[in-house]
């Protein structure tokens, strides 16, 4: 992901998937708020199940996430 004052790109293995304008993102109540110029954290979440993760009845408990990096930097 690219983010600048511009723009946010994403991309996967070194091919642009999106690129969204800021000036292209409205609310929809209106407001001058951007939430895109705001402060942003990191967070990975291990969530399992629910309608788009499907049954748990085969899963082996405790699971784990495993990240072998991850990568920020300011241009």
């Not at 996967?12 to 939430?35: A, I, Y």
């Amino acid at each position: 992901m690219d983010w600048d004052s511009e723009a946010i790109s994403l991309f996967v293995d070194g091919m642009l998937l999106n690129k969204t304008l800021l000036s292209d993102l409205k609310n929809d109540n209106g407001s001058d708020f951007h939430p895109f110029k705001q402060q942003h954290y990191i967070l990975f979440d291990l969530a399992m199940g629910g309608m788009n993760g499907g049954s748990l009845n085969e899963t082996k408990f405790p699971n784990r996430m495993e990240v072998d990096y991850v990568r920020v930097y300011q241009k």
